[in-house]
């Protein structure tokens, strides 16, 4: 797992560059607390739909549910591989936000250590495609104005290169952290921090 332990102010955020850290499998997990926005807000994504180059993007959106975009060709878009709550987030309150995804599978999407929603078509066999865009955390690859910025605070990013089980995803939230050793209790993979 690649970690990151960051707390974001109004236009903070951190720009990755260019790194394919998931193909065929992947999870992205975060703890936020964030304030109502009027835009989608990014919690971490490597997504530019102007530019045609989609890979993957952790959201909260404007009607304060997470989604979990998940996309097989970074030049074309398809709607049914995201994932996204029927629920709102509480504002300013801590969330654990897990978005996961195999070659093959649906993405799925977690909230608070329980699935809460499963795209309805499966990534592509060869999983992700490999853009030239940044991975972004707190705000949208191409933003510029206070809308783009993700409006609260992020702390704990992990991104594996496998997907996560849901025992393993309720084992990190009942934690309180990243738990980057989930071979500890029974969880079956050990990652370097």
């Known amino acids: 797992a690649n970690t990151k332990s960051v707390l974001l102010s109004t236009d903070d955020f951190i720009d990755f560059g260019d790194q394919q850290l998931m193909t065929t499998a992947g999870t992205v997990s975060v703890w936020t607390k964030f304030t109502a926005g009027t835009t989608i807000q ?3 994504g490597k997504y530019n739909a102007t530019n045609g180059d989609r890979e993957f993007w952790l959201t909260i959106q404007s009607d304060e549910k997470p989604e979990w975009n998940v996309q097989s060709a970074i030049g074309s878009y398809d709607a049914n591989t995201k994932a996204k709550s029927s629920t709102a987030l509480s504002e300013d309150t ?3 936000i897990v978005g996961t995804f195999s070659a093959n599978n649906a993405p799925k999407l977690y909230v608070n250590g329980v699935l809460v929603a499963t795209a309805s078509s499966n990534i592509d066999a ?3 495609g490999d ?3 940044p991975i972004f955390i707190g705000k949208n690859v191409n933003g510029t104005t206070d809308g783009d910025f993700l409006n609260g605070n992020i702390d704990e990013v992990a991104i594996w290169n496998i997907e996560l089980s849901a025992s393993q995803v309720a084992q990190i939230y009942h934690s309180g952290q ?3 050793d989930l071979s500890q209790n029974g969880g079956g993979y050990t990652s370097a921090s």
Do not use: I, K, R, S
Request: proline share 0%.
């Open 42 to 44: 990014t919690l971490v």
């Open 94 to 96: 801590w969330n654990h």
């Open 126 to 128: 060869d999983g992700l």
């Open 131 to 133: 853009g030239d865009e």
């Open 178 to 180: 990243a738990n980057f």
